[in-house]
């Protein structure tokens, strides 16, 4: 068990460029969720998918990003025409479901900031 | 609808000395709740979770954190702090009636712990 692992840990990218993040959750974990965390704030829920299906979407979550999860074990994060309100850490956890459902193990983040 | 309060952005605190923590939050549902800490550059890791049972709970590095239905509170404490307890701590809420686990954060309290 290595944990929940996120890359790049940093991102600097120039307004209005793609970025994309990659998550690799625990190993036997069936769900995998992503949040947003802006400086002095707690993580905010962006969206969730269970094996490969996206369950559900935050209203946060504009027409410009895009997550994936295609055979239900990494999971990637796209923003197109990234803006300077993007700068932010995203985390990604994951879980077992079955019982320890709230069990949510998160990664180091990825840190993006949009110049 | 609900929302978690952190009411204290930042608690300074003396080594050796207790701290507590103090966390409100609002539902029109029953909810199950949690602590989590977040060490600089670092993801979130679970310090406690009240899902059912003892109001009391405790978590790992010593912390405990009570459940008070009537006062829509879950308020940490800790004894005696440690140099290494300097760190953001947050409180979460999740819906027992979700089924795949979302969380809703407080905006976190940062703790400094001084010698």
């Known amino acids: 068990d290595t944990g929940v692992s996120q890359d790049p840990r940093h991102k600097i990218t120039k307004r209005g460029q793609n970025v994309t993040f990659r998550c690799d959750p625990i190993?036997?974990?069936?769900?995998l969720y992503w949040y947003r965390q802006t400086l002095g704030q707690g993580p905010e829920f962006l969206t969730y998918?269970?094996?490969?299906?996206?369950?559900?979407k935050s209203r946060l979550l504009s027409d410009r990003f895009s997550a994936e999860r295609p055979k239900g074990s990494f999971s990637t994060l796209e923003i197109q025409r990234t803006e300077q309100g993007d700068s932010a850490m995203y985390l990604c956890?994951?879980?077992?479901?079955?019982?320890?459902?709230?069990?949510?193990?998160f990664g180091p983040g990825t840190r993006l900031t949009v110049t | 609808a609900q929302s978690v309060t952190q009411l204290d952005s930042q608690v300074p605190v003396f080594e050796e000395a207790p701290v507590e923590l103090r966390c409100n939050y609002s539902s029109s549902v029953s909810v199950y709740l949690f602590w989590y800490v977040q060490y600089p550059n670092q993801g979130l890791q679970l310090l406690l979770k009240?899902?059912?049972?003892?109001?009391l709970v405790k978590g790992i590095n010593g912390f405990e954190a009570e459940f008070n239905k009537s006062q829509t509170s879950f308020h940490l404490r800790k004894p005696s702090v440690h140099i290494s307890d300097t760190a953001e701590y947050f409180c979460?809420?999740?819906?027992?009636?979700?089924?795949?686990?979302?969380?809703?954060f407080g905006a976190g309290t940062q703790v400094v712990v001084t010698p």
């Open positions: 190993s036997e974990h069936n769900r």
């Open positions: 956890a994951s879980s077992s479901g079955q019982g320890k459902l709230y069990e949510q193990y």
């Open positions: 998918f269970q094996n490969e299906a996206q369950l559900e």
């Open positions: 979460a809420v999740g819906r027992s009636s979700d089924s795949w686990g979302k969380l809703q």
């Open positions: 009240y899902l059912s049972g003892s109001t």
